[in-house]
Nanobody, 124 residues
Framework: QVRLVESGGGSVQAGGSRRLSCAAS????????MGWFRQTPGKEREGVAA??????YYVDSVEGRFTISQDSARNTLDLQMHNLEPEDTAVYYCAASSRTLLRDLWAPDQYKFWGQGTQVTVSS
């Protein structure tokens, strides 16, 4: 049974840092592409960072501030976030996909497995 469990969410002041972690079980990282998404009320879920084919990808809004890392031995996916902004406030989700094409990297419907999400709140 595939399971993704996020942790590390919480409240932080603008300019601060936070590290999210996703513990995966029931499948092997080496066969899946992994991503972090986020969602705020009333908005669509958006991609943030991903590991695809062994390479890391970021959306422009987090480039240089966020770092995604994957530990295949422990089956964990982390998202280190620095210089957080109030606009980063959202529920953050970990996701896994075995069939995503690079052109669909940020399309949520391409990811089959999702965690329950963890809330990150950045105050100004």
């Amino acid at each position: 049974q595939v399971r993704l469990v996020e942790s590390g969410g919480g409240s932080v002041q603008a300019g601060g840092s936070r590290r999210l972690s996703c513990a995966a079980s029931g499948f092997s990282f080496t066969r899946y592409n992994m991503g972090w998404f986020r969602q705020t009320p009333g908005k669509e879920r958006e991609g943030v960072a991903a590991v695809y084919g062994g390479r890391t990808y970021y959306v422009d809004s987090v480039e240089g501030r966020f770092t995604i890392s994957q530990d295949s031995a422990r089956n964990t996916l982390d998202l280190q976030m620095h210089n957080l902004e109030p606009e980063d406030t959202a529920v953050y989700y970990c996701a896994a996909s075995s069939r995503t094409l690079l052109r669909d990297l940020w399309a949520p419907d391409q990811y089959k497995f999702w965690g329950q999400g963890t809330q990150v709140t950045v105050s100004s």
